[in-house]
């Protein structure tokens, strides 16, 4: 596109049986493969008419219809002078839960851990350094989040969790 803005549209549905699923307590396999996703992107990237002061932002939602769990994405990010801030909503439906080997992989640091609805917020952040080591190729980003967690289990107690952390991108275009 060679204009300011720019859109895309995604549906995606798997067509292979038993390609994602578990392991029950009595050790018989549950396919979960019939799922189908949705996305929406839309794009204004200023930088295209003004390199050095126009803004770039992103504006995305995507929807998952799986079995047992229905999941919801809106997340927006802006990029201005090397500076990037994002924020991203997810709401997470789950029907049914497979605990049978739970409590081996979670060790208490799971977030989603019953039958029930999820929201979770994140905020982002990163910098951009380009042309690393004088390769117009090779930039690195440096950057944080924050992750806020309302969990509503159908059985249980209403909890809350927040998460942060940080990371250190390589990125080469080839």
């Known amino acids: 596109n060679s204009g300011r803005f720019s859109t895309a549209v995604a549906m995606e549905k798997n067509v ?5 699923g578990y392991y029950d307590n009595r050790g018989s396999w549950v396919d979960q493969s019939d799922r189908t996703g949705y996305g929406l992107t839309m794009s204004w990237n200023g930088q295209k008419t003004d390199p050095e002061d126009g803004v770039t932002t992103n504006l995305n939602v995507a929807y998952m219809d799986a079995s047992d769990e229905k999941d919801f994405t809106a ?3 802006s990029l201005w002078h090397r500076f990037e801030l994002g924020y991203i909503y997810a709401h997470n439906k789950i ?3 497979n605990s049978a080997n739970y409590v081996s992989t979670c060790d208490d640091g799971c977030w ?3 039958v029930g ?3 979770i917020h994140t905020i982002h952040a990163s910098y951009l350094f380009p042309n690393v080591m004088d390769m117009k190729n090779f930039n690195i980003y440096l950057g ?3 992750s806020w967690i309302e969990a509503k289990p159908t059985d249980g107690d209403k909890h809350e969790d927040s998460r942060y952390g940080g990371r250190l991108r390589f990125k080469y275009f080839f």
Not at 16 to 20: F, G, I, L, Q, T
């Open 16 to 20: 292979v049986k038993n390609a994602y």
């Open 75 to 77: 997340a927006i990010n």
């Open 95 to 97: 029907d049914k839960f």
């Open 112 to 114: 989603i851990s019953n």
């Open 117 to 119: 609805d999820y929201d």
């Open 144 to 146: 944080a989040y924050a």
